[in-house]
């Protein structure tokens, strides 16, 4: 039973995140209206909508191919002519999931820009860079339709591919950039973005860097990066704790650069690059796409002890070494609750007889199982619930609420709980137990996921349009706070549901933080 559960865990972790966009984004028609604008590689021809203009497929940096596979970032090559940018480009080479059939196209550092109407030089308006989740191996930037952000808040949304599983996070001795290529191609994106944004409307000197899952944790790498210095004005962090820990699954986090290059190793002897190799790099350089992908591990984390990221972020934001930014940060009420009902539903039941194996298998430290069983009992047979509080709790929760404590000793910080206790469903049929708010569910309130906007309730429409509003100010002051939403008070945790956006102080009561610490 250990291993099998343990095998379900590796792949809903990998696999459940990016659950929510199985339906396939819709190919659009080509554009009747299109609109011109000028880089400095060249002119980029994009779509005009019904209010607002989008601009997909821009490469940020050159494709990362031949001999760029695992360098650094390279600047982009200038266009001839005038690109097209009417459709998203390629989605970086990931397993099939969140794009439809996977992609095995290296030629992905591609960024997609959504403005509204009527931008003016004299006007710039705040711009967000959005990071996506789904576990470092899954997901793509065009996967996010922001054109409702972009236009209630009157700001630019830039979505971002970076490289993935282990051609983004390879780590090899002596190879420079080992460990955090994915990293270094968000680096490269915001640079992109400083030198850019202007002529689409942005404000180069406003930025604020968002993510969520995978891409929130994203953020907290970049606050705890000095290259990322100057680079974001200030962070949004979504479900992406800043201090989660390797040795607990499901949320992100990074490893020690001596571990990560063990699993390149591993990686290596895999794909018939091992020892016996004359040049091992140059032999997995030569290796296509899809045998990496079947190779490389179902979980994916950058490496730290390396210098982009020289030290765990989870240790630098403890230590106050991170940069000065305001963020908002926040996480789902009941962010385990998909990953314990497809656990449930791959055949594992949590019942009282075997709930204390299954807490064993996702917390083997020595006593660890008996005093969650303990804080957590399972007195029926249909203890999915349980499970996922536990997961919940350890994961998410508590971790974002110590990230919470330790960045507003040094900087201003809004928590939010996204509480929806009927958040449209992000997978399809029916699951065990009834969900409430997962991991993923708040993001159909901020984008048309797959460009598919989620069928909302009114209710759920003006929760919808009130986190826009809360992003928004966020993103262009600093402050989340404005005349036509409730107040959000920096001292507590603003619960996020509809027609009940209220402050709480039983956030850490409710997920037993004082017990995970303690452990």
Not at 123 to 149: C, E, K, N
Not at 427 to 432: E, I, K, L, V, Y
Not at 497 to 516: G, L, M, N, Q, Y
């Amino acid at each position: 039973m250990h291993r099998a559960l343990t095998t379900v865990g590796c792949v809903l972790t990998a696999v459940l995140a990016t659950a929510w966009s199985a339906a396939p984004p819709t190919q659009p028609a080509r554009p009747t209206a299109t609109e011109t604008v000028h880089t400095h590689d060249g002119p980029v021809r994009g779509a005009v909508h019904a209010g607002y203009r989008t601009f997909e497929g821009i490469p940020y940096a050159a494709p990362p191919v031949g001999s760029l596979r695992w360098a650094p970032p390279h600047p982009a090559a200038p266009w001839p002519g005038v690109r097209d940018a009417t459709r998203p480009a390629s989605a970086c080479p990931q397993p099939a999931g969140e794009v439809p059939g996977g992609s095995t196209d290296e030629d992905c550092l591609h960024l997609n820009v959504t403005t509204p109407d009527g931008t003016g030089p004299a006007h710039p308006r705040p711009v967000i860079v959005w990071l996506h989740g789904a576990g470092f191996t899954t997901g793509a930037g065009s996967s996010y339709d922001a054109h409702r952000m972009a236009t209630r808040g009157d700001t630019v949304v830039v979505t971002v591919n970076y490289r993935l599983g282990a051609l983004g996070f390879l780590a090899r001795g002596g190879l420079p950039g080992s460990g955090t290529f994915g990293l270094a191609d968000q680096q490269a994106a915001l640079r992109w973005v400083r030198a850019e944004i202007g002529v689409f409307g942005g404000d180069a000197h406003n930025v604020t860097l968002a993510g969520e899952s995978a891409g929130g944790y994203s953020v907290c790498a970049q606050l705890a990066s000095p290259a990322a210095a100057g680079l974001f004005d200030r962070a949004i962090i979504e479900s992406g704790p800043c201090t989660g820990r390797p040795d607990r699954p499901f949320a992100p986090s990074s490893v020690p650069l001596a571990e990560a290059r063990a699993a390149g190793a591993d990686l290596a002897a895999e794909v018939g690059c091992g020892n016996s190799a004359h040049d091992t790099l140059a032999c997995l350089r030569r290796v296509d796409v899809p045998r990496l992908l079947a190779a490389q591990d179902s979980d994916q984390q950058p490496a730290y002890a390396t210098p982009l990221l020289p030290g765990d972020p989870a240790a630098a934001i403890a230590a106050g070494r991170f940069h000065r930014v305001p963020v908002l940060i926040g996480n789902n009420h009941d962010e385990g609750n998909g990953w314990a009902a497809g656990i449930v539903q791959a055949g594992h039941p949590v019942t009282p007889d075997t709930w204390p194996d299954i807490v064993a298998t996702f917390f083997p430290a020595p006593g660890q199982a008996k005093a969650i069983v303990h804080e957590y009992p399972v007195h029926r047979t249909d203890g999915g619930p349980v499970f996922g509080a536990v997961i919940g709790d350890a994961d998410f929760a508590c971790p974002t609420a110590r990230a919470d404590r330790l960045l507003a000793a040094r900087v201003s910080v809004w928590r939010y709980e996204f509480a929806d206790q009927h958040a449209p469903p992000l997978t399809p049929g029916a699951p065990p137990f009834p969900l409430g708010a997962p991991h993923a569910s708040e993001l159909p309130y901020l984008f048309d996921l797959g460009g598919h906007p989620r069928d909302l309730t009114a209710a759920q429409h003006r929760l919808a349009d009130t986190m826009i509003d809360y992003w928004t100010r966020f993103a262009r002051t600093a402050d989340p706070n404005g005349p036509s939403s409730p107040h959000w008070h920096r001292q507590t945790v603003l619960s996020l549901a509809p027609d009940h956006i209220v402050p709480t102080r039983t956030a850490r009561t409710r997920h037993h933080c004082t017990f995970w610490n303690a452990l």
